[in-house]
């Protein structure tokens, strides 16, 4: 008998970037996961659902085997730590920049400075690897504001296009890492379901291939 699977996914990008990687896999939800209120959603492949969860609690669920398989962010796994998690396939959606951003005029060298950010882990590491040490102010979104209003010097936020930053008035001041959305595995559903899952990671990683 074939192995049921759980996927962990968020709504938004990284749910409507995926579902193109799945479908040549034959896995695709029976009801339309944007509009349904299911957080658990069978899939044309009876062995497969999907759960709907935050994309930061995508980790969370796949590291204590609520979810076999799940699609986070890199930015999510590099502030989170992504342990207990394998990585195995970058699948090169949802890609965008982790940058620093502040006013365009903005100086922030030779003194102590207040960056605003949700990634303060990752923010922390990144100014300690150029032997700065940043007053860290936590939030948990509308990040452009805190320059604004003089909350903060900087910011730490992703960066796509880059008009959210200019329509707020502020500039990419430096680049922190390139992300992209990555497949995450539970490390004993590796083990226990290696039959289902060996073949999917190679089926996901040549969609993504055909994708690139
Ligand atoms: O929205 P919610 O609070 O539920 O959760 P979330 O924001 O974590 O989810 P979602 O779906 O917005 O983001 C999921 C993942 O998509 C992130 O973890 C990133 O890995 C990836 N991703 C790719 C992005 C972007 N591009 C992106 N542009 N996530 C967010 N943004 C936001 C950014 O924070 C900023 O507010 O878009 C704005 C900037 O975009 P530009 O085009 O104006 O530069
Ligand atoms: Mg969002």
């Known amino acids: 008998m074939a192995e049921p699977l759980t996927l962990a996914l968020s709504k938004g990008r990284i749910l409507e970037q995926t579902m193109p990687l799945l479908k040549p896999l034959g896995i695709e939800p029976l009801e339309d996961p944007a509009t349904s209120r299911n957080l658990v959603l069978p899939t044309s492949d009876p062995n497969v659902r999907l759960i709907i969860v935050r994309a930061t ?93 003089g909350l903060a010097d900087a910011i730490v936020d992703l960066v796509d296009t880059g008009n959210t930053l200019r329509a707020n008035g502020l500039a990419p001041l430096e680049p922190i890492a390139d992300i992209s959305a990555r497949l995450v595995v539970n490390k004993g559903s590796m083990k226990l379901k290696h039959r289902a899952i060996k073949p999917m990671l190679g089926k996901i990683a040549e969609s993504v291939d055909r994708n690139a």
């Open 57 to 149: 609690d995508v980790p969370t669920y796949v590291a204590y085997g609520g979810a076999d398989l799940g699609v986070a962010g890199k930015d999510v796994l590099l502030e989170q730590g992504g342990h207990g998690l394998y990585e195995p396939v970058d699948l090169g959606i949802a890609r965008c920049r982790l940058m620093v951003a502040g006013r365009p005029d903005a100086d922030l060298e030779g003194r102590r400075i207040r960056v605003a950010t949700k990634f303060v882990n990752v923010t922390r590491r990144h100014f300690a690897a150029q032997g700065r040490q940043v007053d860290l102010i936590k939030l948990y979104g509308s990040m452009e504001l805190a320059p604004l209003v």
